[in-house]
Structure formats: C-alpha cells, structure tokens
C-alpha cells in the first residue's frame, strides 16, 4: 500500500490542478486590456475554482454525497477553464497574438484534460 495522504495539497490531481491555473495566470498576464477584464478574469477564477473545489471535497470526504457534489464543482469549473482555453486556440486576436498565434493556449489544453480525468 501506498502512503498515507494527510493533506489534499499532497494530492496529484491537486497539484496538477494548481499547476495549470499558475500557467494560465503567467500565459494570461500579457493579454490585451479588454480581455484581462472578461476572458481572463472568468479563466483565471474558473482554474482557481478548480483547486478550491478538490481542497473543499477533502474536507468533506467522510460525507459521500457531499464529498461527491465537490468533486462534480471542481469538474465542472476545470470543463469551464478548457472551454476558455480551447477559445483561445481558434481565438488568437483574444490574446493579443496573430492568426495562428493562439499556439500557447493548446498546451494548456492538455494538462487541464489530463486533471479532469482525474478528478
């Protein structure tokens, strides 16, 4: 058997869920204005959402339907945060980039499926 985890933060999915919101937030930093006020900002909480909603299901986990509920939050804000991303690839003048600029956001379009499996 495997160790015993004693915090979510020791959690994968969890770190891998921080991982990509701290990506987005680099990614997103250089954004033209009037995406950093609708497109990033609703990017940026749905990712961080993801986080709070796995640390949140933790906490509630002796309470299955409870602990159920949490983990379908965190699921469906990491759906959300793919749906901006995925935009963003068919998007690039949204972020400031050129036609076939939006390059930057298909790598995070990996890592966000990859937790969503997970969750």
């Known amino acids: 058997m495997g160790e015993r985890i004693n915090s979510y933060k020791e ?7 921080m991982d990509a919101a701290m990506k ?3 990614v997103t930093k250089g ?3 009037e995406e950093r006020f609708s497109m990033v900002d609703q990017m940026r909480r749905s990712s961080r959402s993801v986080c709070a909603n796995i640390g ?16 379908s939050d965190a ?10 991303l995925r935009s963003l690839i068919f998007s690039p003048q949204a972020c400031g980039r050129r036609k076939g ?5 298909e790598g995070l379009t990996e890592p966000s499926q990859s937790y969503i499996k997970s969750i």
């Open 24 to 26: 987005i937030f680099e």
């Open 11 to 17: 959690l994968r999915v969890f770190q891998n869920a």
């Open 101 to 105: 600029g939006g390059k930057e956001s």
């Open 56 to 71: 949140e299901a933790w906490r509630k986990r002796r309470y299955k339907a409870a602990f159920i509920a949490k983990l």
């Open 31 to 33: 954004f033209p204005a």
């Open 75 to 84: 699921e469906s804000e990491a759906c959300e945060t793919q749906a901006f």
